[in-house]
């Protein structure tokens, strides 16, 4: 050992250092994640493109509730008229929405916001990217009307809650990071550019293969179309939409039974124009459906769901009106033990539209497979029936047609003849209320109204009286004004 | 041959030292020397603080040439013909010469260690320097801290060394620690000091370790078997940790393990038996006086009470479920080294158990782990070396949620709010699941015992180093080491618990494997001219490669509990399973001058180049330089005059920068990630953008100025270090939020400022020193003040996230420490004299008389979260031990404190356990609670379910003073020790976490729910209750 030349020492030991260091590069290739660059190229990119659009209306990336699902319901319904606040309700935030003293801080208004804005900026990711993609060009043209139907739909739901909103239609990237700062957009502006939209979306398909079933057709557009005019008061053009879609060949129809609107067996059925998608989900990923866990055990010391029924709602519904035991339940039947289990407490009855009652344990809510409709034949009838009763200064025949046939299907009787306009137009809404509850329109339909019928709505209950007119628009984040001068808040709002 | 007697003489030791188990404290005969001519005279030499027997020692009698040496058990013969008395010299290096009087035998001889030499030299990044020729920052932990027992090795930093704060994240055992040298420079990534163990390099990251799991993180530390450790010392200045470049930033702890010695061959066995109690319970309501809140509430919500007064008293003490979780656990460690050297080769050879069974059912830690270390000298000038270490831990932790997971739960606290009318057992003695306050028919106690939770660590860090003097000032090494951590977490939910009721059964496995693997080159230039300047030159390249690949699989639907997680395919739905992969390089170039005029001046300067694959494509390289300088007055001549008092004083100034890079790998790219929708009721994936890129990129700066003044006084009996120092992070990693109408919540930039500054004081004294008896005191304190400068342009503050349902307890804001809570002051309760006066009430809730007064900050009439304000902070205002050690003839006695002064802490499970439900169970700080019949009640009057607010109540004071550690050894004296053969023997009693003074109202203030999340620390939410440990151990040299 001691003849071991010094030279070989030097060259083993700074021969390994050249073979190990010849390995390392400082540019990443990263092997588990999929950037940009790479990405934009087939038609699987650019369905997989479009697929996200759709995901961010049942899913939200930091792994919250979803938009559909849960967190615009604490908006339009949870701050309107129709529900309140159980013990289960430990979120200020939340407890705020149900009390109208949110303010701009509010991290419910925010994550609402910031979700609309989020699946916006995945349809503009699409819009933008999958005209440079090389494939079949009628598919291409049918993802980009399908990103467009959801843009429009996002952007409807924005300039409704918020007013004047920033229009932003392309994704922001390390180059153009620094021009982000932008004073809100008009809401005509943001109107036109939702119509826009919506008429490159009329020539969606009109219907779809059943591996398809929930896209967004040109139904489903003409009828978003007649809601943005209506919202705006348009209503002979409304009226043309509405008309497209009832004679237009779509075979729309309403359920025979009101419950089959709400149930997985029948989801994307005869009456759903657009639905978002939920499944019971068992092994695959994401989507939580939150609206269902207004069961969540037979145990009846515990509490559901955090918004609750206000009861004033409950007394609405005649007992033969079928909609009341779709909407609420306060007995549910337990398997395991035989017996019915019956609910009694402040908070009772419990809303019963999203529960999935194929589920095993009846208590894995989360999985419910109930989808979230945001386009009904229901809703295409009451609006024409509005629609008609605007034009013509009172209710046409056509007008009760289109109302009585609601009625009709709820097992209940035809609405009084010969009311005037404006009877007509309070049977009008309230028919929508007890037809729509919890599905995303009382807020709506009670700003849309104008004047002080949010206010005097909310007034009628005690826990809402904090409410003022400034609530007929929600504020814009805070942390969105503090970073950008450009914005200025809604009146009232700090 | 010589390998065969070397080897045969270490298997006699082995085998006595098995003997020694078996039979304890046995004697074993003891041969007699045959009586020789004139004097004759024998004993041992020992050091007077180890008491371990020195070979070796030169004793010669005075005036005369002969001499005799030590043998390798210290012992020697002296046969001459000198008569008695005569006095012998005895000398060895390293130690003070001794004069001794022989008068008969034996003749036992205490040397001492020459503190001057032993410290001469010090552990610095890529080699060692002369203490006082030292120009950074360093501390070293005091080997009386390193020998107490513990589970890991950062336990055993806390109090350590000043600057240096430690908190255990919880009592679980093998949980991780939050250690910060300094304070935070970062607020969204990588706050934890660099570990480089035997010149490795670990960042360490407990996410290797933490694959789909559930419960609190995993410390990938714990791996290491802390009784291997040798040495810990803690880079603290820029002088110090610049040479570590862009890991520097945040401290660099060095770790070197224990090494054979030449002229030994030892046999070491230690063991100790611990007996661990729960330091504290809560105190919680029992069933009557549960059931008279319920009645309360009802009252409140203007309905009839659930219980009647006799329905009430009738309910009695009910279920305690906190008892029924905890109980009092053993703790085992055992450990057999063998260790030795001759003229060329040294070796270390050990192996550990260790066995720590947690205080709540159903949890423990187990560790077995090997090392080998070896070095030899093939000529004389190369000279090679290997470190070898592996180790499996097996940990069985608490159930509950993710730790990052932004909804969380936990076992322990869940078992808490049960209401304790609900029973526990059946009458049978199985599990009661028909609570009505339970929303599955489960029992948490159950949920406890039944779920499996285990995570097995395995860790192989080996290293190979080759040493050649190209000339006899010039040195080329080269080292090439891996470090393989491999990660397995095993889980299941039987049917019958509440983590497995609606999945009918859900098991999870995961597996996670980490490897990194270094190469470090350097080139070491020392030269003395004319003993006059002294220069030593380091220059080197490194390159370090590391790549973490994972998978996770769950399945759910057994048709029983037999096989659980062993075998997925008998469950009857899989999971999506997930895979993941990342590997990042790192490629360094590095220079340092030391230059020292007379070892009075002395002058470092050192730069390092860092390249990182992490970083954006415009700027993977960093540059960290460094100078520092100090000057030993005490070694100038004009000093002379006071060298009688002032036995020291040394000056040391430092600047420099170092780095932070610890984002995740891809965290510049433009990512993109999948997502799920549904198209006729099958699911489809989506794939868009989450991430903006950022190809600008870069590491975190951190400047950092030092000011150091060390002094010795009478002797150098008592020792003083001082520091002063001022940190400056910029162009922060942080998470910038964007406008979100942007689609994107955040961007990863370098924006902002966080600053830190403080001053440090080590002090050392012989308090006494005697032949017999010795004290010693050791005082560490610091005070480190850490703010906020800037978080961007146009952001002056921003709430981390909050578990959904929950408001953010936490600010970041400019002005104000990293993660200050943020909240309302209270004034006590409303009374009715408040109401009439209109005083200010919480927005959108009717607040009556006897609801808590929040304090209108603002001044506008109301209420709001406008009034929140900053309540403190987690970081203290100070940290501080102070350590005593006694020694009296063999026995020896160490007293240990340990405290933090000024830190927050915000109690969320006090405030979960202060909310009244007709559904939980309650803290019993309720019991004076404002009713009606209670007017001076002090805790706010029962309500169904108000919503929890952050307010000061809940914001506490989490100073603290611990009696860490207490033990009281003794060392059998040689005679007695070497009837057993054995050349030491010590037995010893200690006590760990014995005493707490605080006026935290919860289980421990030491306590991080959120693990080292920078922005959440110090939050409680019902963590692992901490234990009070009693031990007994032994330790023997063979």
Redesign the interface.
Known sequence: ??N?S?YK??L???G??VG??S??????D????????Q?YQTTS?A?????????????D?????PLYGRQLNLLVENASDNQLYS??????????LG???Y?S?N?RV?KV??QL??G???A??AIDNVPTIQMDTTLRARLVRESKFIRALLYFDLVRLYGD??L?LH????TN?DN??TARTPAADVYTQIIADLEDATNLPKS????????ATSGAAHTLLAKVYLTQQDWPDALTQLNLVINGGYGYALFPNYYDAFQKAT??GVEHIFSV???T???????TQYLSESF??F?????PIDIPVDTSLYNLFSANDTRRSVTFYNTVYNAATGQNVVYNN?YTPYFNKFVDYSLS?L??QSLS?VNYPVLRYADVLLMKAEALNEINGGPTSDAYTAINQVRTRAQIANLTPGLNQAAFRDSIFLERRKEFIQEGHRWFDLVRQGGTVLVDALHKISAKS?ATSKNTLFPI?L??I???AKLKQNPGY? | MEIYIHAKHVLNKFLKALLFLIIPFSALAQQKDVPVINSRIEGTVVDSVSKQPIAGVTLRIKNVTHEVTTGSNGHFTFVTGQKLPYTLVVSFIGYKTKEVVANGSPVNIQLAENIAQLNDVVVVGYGTQKKSDLTGAIGSVPKNILNQPAASFDNLLQGAVSGVAVTQNSGQPGSSATIRVRGGNSISFGNAPLYVIDGFIIYNDNDYANVGSNGTSVNALSTINPSDIESIEVLKDASATAIYGSHGANGVVIITTKKGKKGTNNVNFSSYFGDQTIAKKLDLLDASQWGSLVNDINLSDGVAPTYTPAQLAALGTGSNWQNAALRNAPEYNGELSISGGDEKSRYLISGNYFDQQGTILNTGFKRYSARVNYEKNVTDKFKISTNVFGSQSIENKLVGSAYNSINFSNAFATLLLTPPTSPITNPDGSYYTNSPYIATPTNPLQDITATTNTTTLTRVLGNVAGEYKILPDLTLKVTAGVDILNTVQDYYAPSNTSGGYADQGYASIGNGNELSWLNENTLTYDHAFNNTNFLNILAGYTTQYTRFSSSTASAQKFPNDLTSYNNLSYAGVANLPTSSFASQALDSYLARVNYSYLHIYNLTVSARADGSSKLGANNKWGYFPSAGFSWNIDKNDFFKPLAQDISSLKLRVSAGQTGNSEVPPYSSLAALAPTNYYFGSKLVTGISPVQIDNPNLKWETTTQYDAGLDLGLFNNRVNLTFDAYYKKTTDLLLNVPLPLYSGYASELENVGSVENKGIELGINTDNVKTDHFSWKTNIEFAENRNKVLSLGPGVSSYFPVAPTGQVSPVIVQVGLPVGTFWGYSTQGLLTAADIAKGVPLLNGVPQKVGDTRYVDNNHDGVITTADKHSLGSAQPKFTGSITNTFSYNQFDLSVFFQGSYGNKIFNLLQQTLERPTLTQNASATLLNRWSPTNPNGTVARATDSPVPQVTDRYVENGSYLKLKNASLGYTFTNNLASKIGAKKLRIYVSGQNLLTITKYSGLDPEVNFYDNDNTKQGIDYGTYPAVRTFLAGVDVTF
Do not use: H
């Not at chain 1, 990263?30 to 660059?37: L, R, Y």
């Not at chain 1, 994704?171 to 390390?174: L, V």
């Not at chain 1, 989900?281 to 989507?287: D, F, Q, V, W």
């Not at chain 1, 145990?299 to 509490?303: H, I, L, M, P």
């Open positions: 050992m001691k071991i010094p020492i030097i083993l030991l700074t390994s250092v190990l260091t390995c390392n590069k400082l540019s990443e990263p092997k588990s994640v999929i950037v940009s660059s990405f990119d369905t997989s493109a479009v697929n996200a659009v759709y995901s961010t209306l049942n899913s990336p930091a792994g919250d509730f013990p289960s309700n430990t979120n200020p935030d939340v407890r705020a009390t109208e003293t303010i801080a991290s925010q916001w910031q804005y989020y916006i900026n995945r503009n990711i909103v920033p932003v994704n922001p990237n390390s990071i982000l700062l779809y293969s059943s591996t398809d079933l929930g896209r989801k994307n998608q939920f499944e989900n068992l092994g695959e990923a994401n989507s969540t055990s145990n009846t010391g515990t509490f402040a344990p208590s894995s497979g904090a984040p942390v969105e503090q970073q950008n700090n």
